[in-house]
């Protein structure tokens, strides 16, 4: 096909600009030049000012138990109906460019383009929030982005402004909690759980309303990274997770998740000790179990990463007849913010609403007429409503259309916090001891880690204060680890942490990870000498798992395996660290091994494995490399010659090795 111009003018040359001569002065008059130019200059649009960084796919929810009891939103009465969706998984404080591995939340934006317009749930990987009322939002995002003077630290919550803010926010505790948990250093998008994290509302045909907490489960179920894994993906493949969700649905194997309500009504609210609308507070899947309610399955990449994933804009207002909100007074200020940041954010016009990623794929008219950006040509001379000079205009339907719930509410006007809103540690102490052993010391390291980075020392003292409130051994686990002996500041509570509240075994992630490789990736390391037919074998017992199979080289043109024919690589070593794979393999002979020996980034790829607790298949051929490596012998270190693939397949299956860690990082 010709190259046009914008106006479809077909260009002669594109390698050169119009000049006076061969090397004369160019010409203003060089419109091809100036046009292509000038939209270049202008390619880029502000970042989200939060969620910046993000993937997103198409796919489908699929309707498997009809909710029809409590909804009467279209796309929950037909067992088996799929609708479309398009979903964007993203980091909150990185900007656009950062890395896929910081310490943050997740973001999980599902739009659905029901038959009767869009319906967007904009939740999060974690299911509770860090602020009660929306208010405190700017001040949340600046305290925990880069501080303002210096543009430092990006991505991070590791310093001072963030732990400032949330050590004067006592509502903050629960959500601490969760942020320094392994939640926020997912293994994949496609192995994070998502949530509603406000109460909604839905009404049925007879207009009853229903409250609901919305939740995703993964089908891969619940994995995570370990924290110096974290740090080490972000410099070795910032894209880790990006790549992750594309090559998964490239290969055809869809992620999938599970929805399911928590439902219940105003009677079933009254009876907890906190407030169902106070968005720091979740309710426990013991209390309340989960209703299933469909699948979602993510089958698509998108064509255009900049028109689709980038322009897409999600909106808390966007629901559809039988769902509605409530008065969670972060969901109200929710509700404003998000149509007013994609105005600046999508062209500074009110028409964004048109791109093909945003539109609704059921019939949409009215008489909101021009602005920026207009894409639609409407016709006739009736542009308001109502009109009679025209037959046939579109007019309000008071059965079909959205009616808002009529809850009763009244009162003075006020700005105060319910005292129903008060108790901030009671959760955060559920929290942390609904946890394994494995994970709560990873909770203890993380504030470690991010106090550490905190230089203002009373700050430091006034989070173990908010700490010493959830609970005492807590805050002195911490304080041991900065060095900080008995400095723990006192902060005052009018409500002390409840310690009677049921532990939520469904908060753990180890404690209900799947023993799966499916959607996993196995490492080999080969060098010359490797026995090829043994790669092979590995090679299709582990796709036959589920997982990937990569082979890294010293060179990535291959090795010579054993029969004299090459051994394709996917990585080289020194692009290919063990910190990419969840199990690896060692396919080397005794010379390989003494050669890859003294290289210390041979050296890192083992100890590494073997400090983030994976399963390490070896060959006897390699144990020069394992000793160098200080690889001590458990039951993950599993030998894979002579057929005994199958054995290190099913133990990497089960996961990391948490018996090991305590060897490789001492619990304080
Ligand atoms: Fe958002 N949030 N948010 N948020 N949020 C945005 O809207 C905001 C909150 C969430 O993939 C912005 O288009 C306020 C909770 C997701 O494009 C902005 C408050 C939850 C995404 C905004 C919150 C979320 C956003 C920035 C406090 C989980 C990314 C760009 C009341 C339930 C969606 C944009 C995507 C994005 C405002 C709190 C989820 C500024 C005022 C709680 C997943 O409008």
Redesign the pocket.
């Given at each position: 096909p010709n190259l046009t111009t914008n106006q479809g003018l077909v260009i002669a040359d594109d390698e050169n600009q119009l000049t006076v001569g061969s090397k004369g002065p160019v010409l203003l008059e060089d419109f091809i030049y100036r046009e292509k130019i000038n939209h270049f200059d202008h390619e880029r649009i502000p970042e989200?000012?939060?969620?910046a960084r993000?993937s997103?796919a198409h796919g489908y929810f699929e309707l498997t138990h009809s909710l029809s009891d409590i909804c009467k939103a279209d796309l929950f009465q037909r067992v088996g109906e799929r609708t479309p969706v398009f979903t964007?998984?993203?980091i909150?404080g990185p900007n656009r460019g950062g890395s896929d591995l910081y310490r943050d939340v997740r973001?999980?934006?599902v739009k659905h383009y029901t038959k009767e317009g869009n319906w967007d749930v904009?939740?999060?990987n974690i299911p509770v929030?860090f602020?009660q009322?929306?208010m405190k939002?700017?001040d949340l995002i600046h305290a925990q982005k880069q501080e303002p003077n210096s543009g430092f630290p990006q991505g991070q919550t590791a310093h001072n402004n963030f732990w400032d803010f949330v050590s004067l926010t006592p509502e903050s505790t629960n959500m601490l909690m969760w942020i320094m948990s392994d939640r926020t250093i997912p293994r994949s998008y496609t192995m994070m759980e998502g949530?509603?994290?406000?109460t909604f509302r839905l009404v049925n045909a007879s207009g009853k309303s229903t409250y609901v907490k919305f939740h995703w489960r993964p089908k891969l179920g619940l994995q995570s990274v370990i924290w110096d894994e974290a740090v080490k993906i972000n410099g070795a493949d910032p894209d880790y997770h990006r790549k992750d969700l594309w090559n998964s649905i490239a290969a055809g194997k869809f992620p999938e998740w599970g929805f399911y309500v928590q439902a219940f009504d105003e009677d079933f609210a009254k009876k907890f000790d906190f407030d169902v609308l106070d968005?720091t507070k979740l309710i426990p899947e013991e209390i309340l179990p989960l209703r299933p309610v469909g699948r979602m399955v993510l089958d698509r990449n998108p064509d255009n990463f900049f028109a689709e994933t980038e322009q897409?804009?999600?909106?808390p207002t966007h629901v559809v007849p039988g769902i509605d909100f409530t008065n969670d007074p972060?969901?109200q200020?929710?509700l404003?913010?998000?149509l007013?940041?994609?105005i600046t954010?999508l062209g500074g016009g009110p028409n964004f609403a048109q791109l093909p990623i945003n539109a609704p794929r059921c019939p949409m008219r009215n008489f909101q007429r021009d602005g920026r950006m207009q894409m639609m040509i409407p016709k006739g001379s009736v542009n308001y409503s109502p009109s009679s000079l025209v037959s046939d205009t579109e007019r309000e339907n008071p059965k079909a259309g959205f009616n808002t719930f009529p809850s009763h509410d009244e009162g003075d006007k006020l700005r105060i916090r319910p005292e129903s809103f008060g108790d901030h540690y009671s959760q955060a102490r559920q929290f942390f001891y609904s946890q394994t052993e494995t994970e709560q010391n990873h909770i203890i390291y993380a504030f470690t880690f991010e106090l550490s980075k905190v230089m203002a020392k009373p700050v430091r003292n006034r989070v173990l204060g908010q700490l010493n409130n959830v609970d005492p051994k807590i805050a002195q686990r911490v304080a041991a680890n900065l060095g900080s002996g008995s400095m723990i500041d006192r902060v005052s509570t009018k409500v002390p942490a409840r310690t009677n509240l049921k532990l939520s075994p469904a908060l753990s992630i180890i404690g209900k990870a799947k023993p799966t490789l499916e959607g996993r990736m196995v490492g080999c390391l080969v060098d010359d000498g490797t026995n090829t037919q043994m790669i092979s074998s590995l090679k299709a017992a582990t796709l036959k798992t589920g997982a990937m199979f990569k082979v890294i080289a010293p060179k990535v043109e291959g090795a010579k395996g054993s029969d004299g024919q090459v051994i394709d690589a996917d990585f080289q070593l020194a692009g290919g660290p063990s910190v990419l794979f969840d199990a690896v393999i060692l396919a080397l002979t005794p010379e390989a091994a003494q050669r890859l020996a003294p290289q210390p980034v041979a050296v890192a790829f083992v100890s590494d494995a073997f400090s983030h607790l994976k399963v390490i298949g070896y060959t006897p051929g390699a144990m020069a490399l394992i000793q160098k490596a200080g690889v001590v012998p458990d039951a993950g270190i599993v030998e894979v010659s002579g057929g005994m693939g199958d054995a290190f397949l099913a133990q990497a299956a089960k996961g990391r090795i948490w018996a090991r860690e305590p060897q490789v990082r001492p619990v304080a």
């Amino acid at each position: 096909p010709n190259l046009t111009t914008n106006q479809g003018l077909v260009i002669a040359d594109d390698e050169n600009q119009l000049t006076v001569g061969s090397k004369g002065p160019v010409l203003l008059e060089d419109f091809i030049y100036r046009e292509k130019i000038n939209h270049f200059d202008h390619e880029r649009i502000p970042e989200r000012v939060v969620h910046a960084r993000g993937s997103a796919a198409h796919g489908y929810f699929e309707l498997t138990h009809s909710l029809s009891d409590i909804c009467k939103a279209d796309l929950f009465q037909r067992v088996g109906e799929r609708t479309p969706v398009f979903t964007r998984f993203s980091i909150v404080g990185p900007n656009r460019g950062g890395s896929d591995l910081y310490r943050d939340v997740r973001g999980f934006a599902v739009k659905h383009y029901t038959k009767e317009g869009n319906w967007d749930v904009a939740g999060n990987n974690i299911p509770v929030f860090f602020i009660q009322d929306a208010m405190k939002f700017p001040d949340l995002i600046h305290a925990q982005k880069q501080e303002p003077n210096s543009g430092f630290p990006q991505g991070q919550t590791a310093h001072n402004n963030f732990w400032d803010f949330v050590s004067l926010t006592p509502e903050s505790t629960n959500m601490l909690m969760w942020i320094m948990s392994d939640r926020t250093i997912p293994r994949s998008y496609t192995m994070m759980e998502g949530f509603g994290v406000h109460t909604f509302r839905l009404v049925n045909a007879s207009g009853k309303s229903t409250y609901v907490k919305f939740h995703w489960r993964p089908k891969l179920g619940l994995q995570s990274v370990i924290w110096d894994e974290a740090v080490k993906i972000n410099g070795a493949d910032p894209d880790y997770h990006r790549k992750d969700l594309w090559n998964s649905i490239a290969a055809g194997k869809f992620p999938e998740w599970g929805f399911y309500v928590q439902a219940f009504d105003e009677d079933f609210a009254k009876k907890f000790d906190f407030d169902v609308l106070d968005a720091t507070k979740l309710i426990p899947e013991e209390i309340l179990p989960l209703r299933p309610v469909g699948r979602m399955v993510l089958d698509r990449n998108p064509d255009n990463f900049f028109a689709e994933t980038e322009q897409v804009a999600y909106c808390p207002t966007h629901v559809v007849p039988g769902i509605d909100f409530t008065n969670d007074p972060l969901l109200q200020g929710r509700l404003f913010s998000y149509l007013d940041t994609q105005i600046t954010r999508l062209g500074g016009g009110p028409n964004f609403a048109q791109l093909p990623i945003n539109a609704p794929r059921c019939p949409m008219r009215n008489f909101q007429r021009d602005g920026r950006m207009q894409m639609m040509i409407p016709k006739g001379s009736v542009n308001y409503s109502p009109s009679s000079l025209v037959s046939d205009t579109e007019r309000e339907n008071p059965k079909a259309g959205f009616n808002t719930f009529p809850s009763h509410d009244e009162g003075d006007k006020l700005r105060i916090r319910p005292e129903s809103f008060g108790d901030h540690y009671s959760q955060a102490r559920q929290f942390f001891y609904s946890q394994t052993e494995t994970e709560q010391n990873h909770i203890i390291y993380a504030f470690t880690f991010e106090l550490s980075k905190v230089m203002a020392k009373p700050v430091r003292n006034r989070v173990l204060g908010q700490l010493n409130n959830v609970d005492p051994k807590i805050a002195q686990r911490v304080a041991a680890n900065l060095g900080s002996g008995s400095m723990i500041d006192r902060v005052s509570t009018k409500v002390p942490a409840r310690t009677n509240l049921k532990l939520s075994p469904a908060l753990s992630i180890i404690g209900k990870a799947k023993p799966t490789l499916e959607g996993r990736m196995v490492g080999c390391l080969v060098d010359d000498g490797t026995n090829t037919q043994m790669i092979s074998s590995l090679k299709a017992a582990t796709l036959k798992t589920g997982a990937m199979f990569k082979v890294i080289a010293p060179k990535v043109e291959g090795a010579k395996g054993s029969d004299g024919q090459v051994i394709d690589a996917d990585f080289q070593l020194a692009g290919g660290p063990s910190v990419l794979f969840d199990a690896v393999i060692l396919a080397l002979t005794p010379e390989a091994a003494q050669r890859l020996a003294p290289q210390p980034v041979a050296v890192a790829f083992v100890s590494d494995a073997f400090s983030h607790l994976k399963v390490i298949g070896y060959t006897p051929g390699a144990m020069a490399l394992i000793q160098k490596a200080g690889v001590v012998p458990d039951a993950g270190i599993v030998e894979v010659s002579g057929g005994m693939g199958d054995a290190f397949l099913a133990q990497a299956a089960k996961g990391r090795i948490w018996a090991r860690e305590p060897q490789v990082r001492p619990v304080a």
